[in-house]
């Protein structure tokens, strides 16, 4: 990892021999004396305290004896589950998507009406993904949700939390987290809100689904409140899933074309992606 110009770029290479084993555009980066050296714009940014291993000094497994090889199962991801407005086809569940740029993601944010909160543990509302999302153990992890929410009416307060679920093809739904509850949301105005819990459980197959269920808790005193959550737009409600590479059939990392950031600093950042065994990063 590198930083420079208050940028942080990450770049994976083979082992590299001389200067001319990398070429970025608007510049070249090379390799002297163990230190990093990119030449941008006529100018030298350096970084120092990178070691280096080469060919020669590995030993027949591979390791040098000081760094280790990892795998598909030690590199993190983070799936991220946006809630949408768009029928899933399944009675009673909005569709879950993985990308803001699944054509079924709410470009322009959409207010999601809560109705009148009344008593504890009320439905407010279910999401399913489609099949595939995850495949195998994905372990024990927190996961997050978080969001907009704003109070429209009513003198009373609420609190929400959420419930994830594995959901197979027959139907069949399988608790595996239920989260905390937030702070009793108060603002009328759009504020943010989180709420967290532990998801312990579950094998999926590709024909398994993950299910997410809103649910709200009347808090005593003042009459029922009413709320919209925000899905969608620049700032949607979206469930954070930090779980191994290998068990995400398709990872899709966001595409940057023109990452003002990186731009300024005189490199351009293509297409980024992963397919499962065969990753690939391109910059």
Do not use: C
Not at 113 to 141: D, E, H, K, R
Request: charged share 15%.
């Amino acid at each position: 990892m590198a930083t420079f110009k208050d940028t942080t770029y990450r770049v994976q290479t083979d082992i590299i021999e001389n200067e001319n084993d990398i070429n970025i555009e608007n510049g070249a980066m090379y390799l002297n004396d163990n230190k990093l050296k990119i030449h941008i714009n006529n100018e030298i940014k350096e970084v120092t305290g990178i070691d280096l291993t080469k060919t020669s000094q590995l030993v027949n497994d591979g390791d040098n004896g000081i760094s280790h090889f990892i795998t598909l199962e030690d590199l993190p991801s983070n799936l991220i589950l946006y809630s949408t407005n768009v029928a899933s086809g399944i009675n009673g569940y909005y569709k879950l998507v993985n990308s803001i740029t699944d054509p079924n993601y709410n470009t322009t944010a959409v207010d999601i009406p809560t109705g009148a909160i009344t008593t504890t543990n009320q439905f407010i509302a279910g999401l399913i993904t489609s099949a595939n999302i995850i495949v195998g153990n994905p372990g024990v992890f927190n996961i997050t949700t978080i969001g907009n929410i704003t109070k429209i009416s009513g003198s009373g307060t609420a609190e929400f939390y959420f419930k994830a679920f594995k959901r197979t093809s027959a139907g069949v739904e399988t608790l595996v987290a239920t989260s905390s509850a937030t702070l009793p949301v108060i603002n009328t105005g759009y504020t943010e809100f989180s709420a967290s819990g532990i998801w312990n459980d579950g094998i999926f197959s590709s024909t398994d689904t993950i299910v997410l269920k809103y649910y709200a808790n009347r808090i005593s005193g003042g009459s029922n409140p009413s709320y919209h959550f925000q899905f969608g737009g620049a700032t949607p409600v979206r469930t954070l899933i930090p779980i191994p590479v290998v068990v995400i059939p398709l990872l899709i990392i966001q595409e940057y074309a023109n990452n003002a950031a990186a731009l300024a600093a005189g490199l351009k950042v293509g297409n980024l992606y992963h397919t499962a065994g065969n990753a690939k990063v391109v910059i």
